[in-house]
């Protein structure tokens, strides 16, 4: 899966020459697409986007690097990006401090990072019920965007097609929302190098930016998981691979 890594890519509609190069392709990420065990309540932060987490701060998925062997994940501080906020590059297994709190990092993929809270009133936090199920929109929303409760995850997850359908993106069709307060969109589309761009809000937060998707890459939103099936012009689909 390419992780925010673009060579260049021609979406001029021109006819070309003898002598034009060959249209450049999205660099292809050379895995592996995971590395660690994802912890079963661990926040997951996805590609491109952030998270608010307790206590007022938050953290994004700024970016990756992949060698074939292993993978590494770059962490900015703060649910949004901000001028001058702190990063740093991470391995699975290391505790990292983030917005003053500890997390262990469990696993690094090309479309996540899940981190696991150390401290047990963070832990509580985040797996807290909110007292609706229903969105309001907005930053209201941030009890159904950026938990681990598993009521939550529950009514997300029933808002996308079942397992093993699909799900259509519409590069010009607008914003897709779902019942837990998630939007998606397609930000590009480029046939020729076989890659598109999708990107997900929540509660008024990128929440994530996946840039050069290509078939048969993995996307999450909302823990639910999606391999991308097909690239056509003017939609993106994705197939749900978790239950």
Not at 23 to 43: F, Y
Not at 49 to 76: C, I, K
Not at 89 to 118: D, F
């Amino acid at each position: 899966m390419a992780v925010l890594a673009l060579t260049g890519c021609d979406s001029s509609s021109g006819g070309s020459s003898g002598d034009d190069p060959p249209p450049l392709r999205a660099a292809k990420d050379k895995g592996p697409v995971c590395v660690g065990t994802a912890p079963a309540d661990g926040v997951h932060v996805l590609r491109g986007g952030g998270f608010r987490l307790p206590g007022g701060g938050g953290v994004q998925y700024e970016s990756a690097t992949a060698d074939g062997t292993t993978r590494t994940a770059t962490l900015r501080d703060g649910a949004s990006y901000a001028d001058g906020q702190k990063q740093q590059t991470v391995r699975a297994g290391q505790t990292v401090t983030l917005s003053g709190h500890a997390y262990t990092v469990g696993q690094i993929c090309s479309y996540r990072v899940v981190l696991e809270a150390q401290d047990a009133k963070d832990k509580a936090a985040l797996a807290a019920a909110p007292k609706s199920l229903e969105s309001k929109g907005g930053q209201a929303d941030s009890g159904l965007c950026f938990s681990t409760n598993s009521s939550v995850l529950a009514a997300a997850a029933k808002g996308f097609p079942a397992q093993g359908s699909t799900l259509s993106l519409l590069r010009n069709g607008g914003v897709k929302t779902f019942p837990t307060g998630l939007s998606i969109t397609v930000s590009y589309l480029d046939t020729k190098s076989g890659t598109a761009g999708v990107g997900a809000n929540c509660a008024a937060i990128p929440v994530a930016v996946y840039k050069d998707v290509r078939v048969g890459d993995t996307v999450e939103f909302a823990d639910v998981l999606f391999k991308v099936s097909e690239l056509e012009q003017g939609v993106v689909r994705v197939t749900r691979t978790s239950a």
